[in-house]
């Protein structure tokens, strides 16, 4: 979405992105300290005025768009021709989530945008479990979730442990995890399983029954046309270069 009139033509672009957060794009020729600062003032204005973003989203993208908006993880990217070791420990210091990208001309009709730096802002916590006691059935249920829990601290852990530049957003219905886009889409456990979804091509890895399946067209949560699904440790360690390629491609 463009702002123009939505702010006296002053922030360049606002959006939301594929997690359904809110995103200001600000954009500068060339070096320019000031592009991070009016992006944060954008950002706090922003964040005072939700209602007016929600109006927006819903005359844009429909009802149910604005209904989700994902208030928790909002980003600014700020796009310019370069950006100096203040700019980078600047942003690093700030609660919110932001991108810094720089842009090179190629010839006359190409552009290349690279990710300088892009720091996810402050951290929130999850919530811990309830304990369920009660009949063996419940225990059992109980010990299942455990051992789930766990596996899923152990993907968050090998997901999270492929780079520096990476967020993690979560939602009612999965956690994405994000260079510029997501990589890669952890849902919470059912029964005795966990799905991650994934950005790699479904077409250039190897497609495993019970384990790695192409859901290109098919709705799921989160985002990714590569399902792996994951049961243990063994799950896990086979998911290591499927987790890579994605990260790659992000």
Not at 17 to 46: C, H
Not at 155 to 172: F, H, P
Not at 221 to 234: C, V
Request: one cysteine or more; aromatic letters at 8%.
């Amino acid at each position: 979405m463009n702002s123009r009139g939505f702010h006296g033509g002053r922030i360049d672009s606002l959006g939301i992105d594929e997690n359904g957060a809110p995103v200001i794009v600000e954009y500068k020729r060339s070096t320019d300290a000031g592009v991070i600062n009016q992006g944060l003032f954008y950002m706090a204005w922003l964040m005072d005025h939700r209602d007016a973003f929600r109006h927006l989203v819903r005359d844009r993208l429909g009802v149910q768009a604005a209904s989700q908006v994902l208030w928790s993880a909002p980003r600014l990217i700020c796009v310019a021709g370069d950006f100096t070791r203040y700019d980078i420990h600047a942003v690093r210091e700030h609660r919110h989530a932001i991108d810094l990208v720089r842009y090179r001309y190629f010839g006359s009709e190409h552009v290349g945008l690279e990710t300088v730096a892009s720091f996810a802002g402050r951290a929130v916590a999850p919530k811990a479990g309830s304990r369920i006691r009660g009949t063996a059935k419940a225990q059992r249920t109980a010990t299942e979730s455990g051992v789930m829990a766990e596996l899923a601290a152990a993907v968050d852990e090998a997901l999270l442990g492929l780079g520096e530049d990476l967020t993690k957003v979560s939602n009612q219905t999965y956690t994405a995890y994000r260079r510029m886009q997501n990589y890669a889409c952890l849902v919470p456990p059912k029964k005795a399983k966990l799905l991650v979804y994934l950005k790699a091509d479904p077409a250039t890895v190897d497609l495993v029954p019970g384990f790695a399946r192409d859901v290109t067209g098919l709705g799921h949560h989160g985002t990714g046309d590569l399902e792996l699904t994951l049961q243990s440790e063994r799950d896990l360690e086979r998911a290591a270069d499927y987790f890579r390629q994605s990260y790659a491609l992000a």
